[in-house]
């Protein structure tokens, strides 16, 4: 079953301004499907296929003679000598639309892009199925708690009960996973590490210890939703602190987790630098962390952590989805423990954000916000506290609790 990708519009709306598309993303999130079904008329070309990737690696200057644009090429990043073909090709023609190409390896496949089809590509970064998507809700604007917002999501909102929501975290929106209830999570995932290892890990590093890879990436889970402490991982796992920077940054340039940056000015020199951590599917952290079930998950010492994460993820897909690859979000957080969970930045405000799994929010939950006041040429736009209250509400004047349903 397809269910609808609201990135299919961005793709849309790229093919009509470049002369190529790519999608990346990590492992498993559709970007096959949801190529193959966006430009289903056209041929289907997978570097998966030996004989079509020798000929690609080959044959390049005929390559795409005999298989003429415009065309969907699938695994990019195992034949790279297809770039520099890609812009010849572009550059001829001048025409938009000509590829579609996808591949799981987005450092690899970044570097190809930068070198040779710089200015020449569009880029939609694709992870799991949203809520907005799963619930196939048609509105896909990037979130952002503004009246405006606020107002055209409440014409398309449909209820999330707690049960259901807990039991969505645990399994995550791996689209496969989320569609087949009949698909056995720890198999599943277990299957998907050690693929993403074999296929992914190996040809960006030489991680040399299998077994300590999965260590860290388990170490790493760990920090879910919280402030990155690379040293203490590297301890843990028995590796040097440069070789757990590498592994890290493999999992951000795979996706599989996302820093999410300080908001930084001269004005607070007390504030922090270092980045929090987040996984981008819950379900393959609550398997690296062995939260075996959603009863478990939801009561345990990781739940806030979990579901904050959760929330990070689900807007960073709203903006991912609109093509937006550098979303405007940033935390707070100074050497006083003063913090703002979320910050986005629009049209010079800066909006803060609460994130709270309990649901009964109260104005204790907004006393950072009052931080924004002291900031020079900074306007503090409308807040949220992000939980799970069962309906929108006012909290402050300019303040709303927003239903994690809401995303």
Excluded at 236 to 263: C, D, H, M
Excluded at 309 to 325: A, D, M, P, R, W
Excluded at 332 to 340: A, G, H, N, Q, T
Aim: net charge positive; aromatic share 12%; glycine share 6%.
């Amino acid at each position: 079953m397809y269910l609808k990708r609201h990135a299919e519009k961005t793709i849309k709306k790229l093919s009509k301004m470049f002369g190529a598309v790519m999608v990346t993303g990590p492992r498993q999130v559709g970007k096959t499907t949801l190529l193959q079904n966006y430009s289903h008329k056209l041929p289907y070309l997978t570097m998966d296929d030996s004989f079509l990737c020798d000929s690609a690696q080959n044959l390049g200057n005929t390559f795409f003679k005999d298989n003429p644009p415009p065309v969907f090429i699938d695994e990019i990043q195992k034949a790279p000598q297809l770039f520099s073909q890609i812009k010849i090709h572009i550059d001829k023609t001048h025409q938009k639309g000509l590829f579609f190409l996808s591949g799981s390896q987005q450092f690899q496949m970044m570097k190809n892009v930068s070198e040779t089809l710089s200015g020449r590509i569009g880029l939609v970064n694709l992870l799991g199925l949203s809520l907005r998507e799963l619930q196939k809700i048609r509105f896909d604007e990037p979130f952002v708690p503004s009246d405006e917002y606020i107002f055209k999501r409440n014409k398309n909102h449909k209820e999330l009960k707690y049960d259901n929501f807990w039991e969505l975290l645990h399994r995550g929106l791996l689209p496969e996973l989320a569609l087949n209830k009949n698909f056995d999570w720890q198999l599943y995932y277990a299957a998907y590490i050690r693929t993403y290892i074999e296929r992914d890990v190996r040809q960006l590093i030489n991680i040399g210890d299998e077994i300590k890879f999965s260590r860290f990436m388990r170490a790493t889970a760990a920090l879910n939703g919280q402030l990155l402490n690379l040293g203490g991982i590297a301890r843990e796992v028995g590796i040097s602190q440069p070789t757990a920077e590498r592994w890290l940054s493999v999992l951000v340039a795979s996706n599989i987790v996302y820093l999410l940056k300080p908001f930084y000015n001269n004005v607070f020199k007390r504030s922090v630098k270092t980045p929090k951590l987040y996984f981008m599917d819950s379900g393959l952290a609550a398997y690296l962390t062995e939260w075996n079930n959603p009863l478990a998950l939801r009561s345990g010492a990781m739940a806030g952590h979990f579901f904050e994460s959760f929330v990070i993820s689900e807007i960073i897909k709203s903006y991912y989805n609109q093509g937006i690859l550098e979303p405007p979000l940033y935390f707070y957080r100074d050497k006083d423990m003063k913090e703002i969970d979320l910050l986005i930045e629009k049209d010079g405000m800066l909006h803060p954000i609460e994130i709270k799994k309990h649901s009964d929010p109260s104005i204790k939950d907004i006393k950072s916000f009052n931080i924004l006041d002291k900031i020079p040429n900074i306007i503090r736009g409308n807040g949220a506290v992000i939980c799970m209250f069962d309906r929108l509400a006012s909290i402050s004047e300019k303040d709303k609790i927003i239903p994690v349903s809401y995303l």
